[in-house]
Nanobody, 115 residues
Framework: QVQLVESGGGLVQPGGSLRLSCAASGSIFGFNTMGWYRQVPGKLRELVASITSSGSTSYADSCKGRFTISRDNAKNTVYLQMNSLKPEDTAIYYC?????????WGQGTQVTVSS
């Protein structure tokens, strides 16, 4: 019903920046929430940032002031601008699309912050 393709991950030095993209296709309508979770092996999955179709945003405390999430409704695409990256931001980032009780996931993209 909904397919998500995410991109933009990679290797960056501490203090650097990355911009993640997540493009949704398929049955896109109604109220929905999109964003990213991140996961490190052996640790709990963490909600990084989200944005609703009405524009409301939410961020993990550790990301506030550094990350910015936005939407391009014409392209059904969500962007996550990540600045001042830290080694602890290293994780696999999974884009999600949630409508009512149904959630769809992207394939994940690796973000590595290392000098």
């Amino acid at each position: 019903q909904v397919q998500l393709v995410e991109s933009g991950g990679g290797l960056v030095q501490p203090g650097g920046s990355l911009r993640l993209s997540c493009a949704a296709s398929g049955s896109i309508f109604g109220f929905n929430t999109m964003g990213w979770y991140r996961q490190v092996p052996g640790k709990l999955r963490e909600l990084v940032a989200s944005i609703t179709s009405s524009g409301s945003t939410s961020y993990a405390d550790s990301c506030k002031g550094r990350f910015t999430i936005s939407r391009d409704n014409a392209k059904n695409t969500v962007y996550l601008q990540m600045n001042s990256l830290k080694p602890e931001d290293t994780a696999i980032y999974y884009c999600f699309y949630r409508r009512w009780t149904q959630t769809y996931w992207g394939q994940g993209t690796q973000v590595t912050v290392s000098s």
